[in-house]
């Protein structure tokens, strides 16, 4: 039976190729930190941070979200993030759901060899629709949100 090149390369491909295996679920529930900034003569709700606890599917606490963003669990690896890409979120005053490059990894556990990171099901953490001007230059606000974050 002959093949052609083209029919090979396909058939290596599909051998070959694999999908990321997910290595961790992890459910976020924290808040979404927003400071009043003013940009030339207009003022918006800027995000800080996210600072959030992570569970597993039993609710236990396994670590914890925040600046970076960083995802840091109680085994003692952590991963910083890059976001690459923004889906809209089903509801619609829920936080965007996002594609994540890996930048950085440290610590051994379970995040150590994560490439990439997704958050999804996102219920929450949208800024405020006002409440942002002159006089609240500076402010903090903190919008409770919940998400999964899914590590490959």
Known sequence: MYYSPMTIRAMLFVLVWQPPALLLRAHAQGDQIYTCQQNAYTFSWGLKAPDA????????VIGRHFAGPTWQLNDGSQVVGRPV???DATEPNAVPWLDLAAVSTSGHGQ?????TIKRVNTHGGQ???GGCDQSHLGAEVRVPYTAEY???
Not at 111 to 115: A, P, Q, R, S
């Open 53 to 60: 606890k992570l569970l597993d599917d039993s609710g236990r």
């Open 85 to 87: 890409a923004k889906h």
């Open 111 to 115: 995040l150590e060899h994560v490439k």
């Open 127 to 129: 800024p405020p629709a």
């Open 150 to 152: 899914d590590f490959y």
